[in-house]
């Protein structure tokens, strides 16, 4: 990898070892596109992950011992970063050809682009629509959780194959320069998991920048390894950590509405917003207890 780099990717890892294995051959395996450095954020893990990182990549700077969710745990790379642009990567991808060089050079290119994203593909080969989003407002949250309406928080009115600004990228594949992660403070660490990438999108796009959905090149995105959702890595997630997960997804809207949208609405229908996301936790906790005794 370079000395200079130009590019330094940051990847978050916990108990993912094949496929932060994975991941890591996909961007050797195009490195020659463009100069870079990649660091890896362990969480502790118990699978053999670090160790498997020092055998095979002996290239990969490697940061190791508990961090406390991820925006603390991506943020404690940046006294490592040599880049000059950062990316953020979960170890549940696989990187194919172009989409460093792609990418980066479209960030070059356009001076009022804070922040891109490529296009993230699932295995059956859909995308993943949080890929892209809008700012959870009060009225897109309610239609999404409620009436599970999620067509305008995805972007479903907007075709997939067109390059295009949003309101918040996702943090699997997050494109950005180093300057304007120090002028806004990198992620949030309030944020335990969910809700800092769109909470970093917010205060990108509060610069007067740009997020920006570049469908031109994509990564395949094996998605739900460390949250519990993917059925090929149920089995390895425990119950208390997917309460942890789920609970921290509630938590995270509750923490967003209050730090980016609380003062934009009369303060009694703030307020009645806060109790409804404290009641949807409580739901969100007995349904959780509920599938696992069914299964």
Excluded at 12 to 37: G, H, P, R
Excluded at 119 to 136: A, E, N
């Amino acid at each position: 990898m370079a000395n200079n780099p130009e590019l330094t990717i940051i990847i978050l890892n916990y108990n993912t070892k094949e496929l932060l294995a994975n991941c890591l051959n996909s961007i050797k395996k195009y490195e020659d596109e463009i100069s870079l450095e990649v660091i890896v954020s362990d969480n502790a893990s118990s699978d053999g992950s670090a160790q498997m990182v020092k055998k095979n990549f002996p290239w990969v700077k490697l940061l190791e011992g508990p961090n406390n969710g991820f925006s603390k745990g991506n943020n404690r790379a940046r006294p490592y970063v040599h880049g000059e642009i950062v990316l953020f990567l979960n170890p549940d991808t696989v990187v194919n050809k172009g989409v460093l060089e792609k990418t980066v050079k479209y960030l070059k290119e356009n001076e009022d682009v804070g922040a891109l994203t490529c296009k993230l593909v699932l295995l059956d080969g859909t995308l993943d629509k949080d890929t892209r989003r809008r700012f959870p407002t009060p009225w897109i949250s309610f239609n999404r959780l409620i009436f599970k309406n999620g067509y305008k928080y995805w972007y479903q009115d907007v075709p997939d194959n067109v390059i295009g600004e949003v309101d918040a990228i996702q943090g699997a594949f997050f494109l950005t320069w180093k300057k304007t992660l120090d002028k806004v403070g990198w992620f949030d660490e309030d944020y335990f998991f969910q809700g800092e990438d769109i909470d970093l999108s917010w205060k990108i796009k509060n610069l007067g920048l740009k997020n920006i959905y570049y469908p031109e090149v994509s990564i395949t995105h094996l998605k739900g390894a460390s949250t519990g959702k993917s059925k090929h890595w149920k089995a390895r997630i425990s119950l208390k950590h997917k309460i942890k997960i789920k609970l921290a997804t509630v938590d995270a809207m509750e923490l967003f509405f209050r730090k980016r949208l609380f003062n934009d609405y009369p303060k009694v229908f703030s307020l009645f917003v806060i109790l409804g996301i404290k009641i949807f936790k409580i739901l969100r906790l007995i349904g959780v207890f509920i599938s696992s005794m069914i299964k």
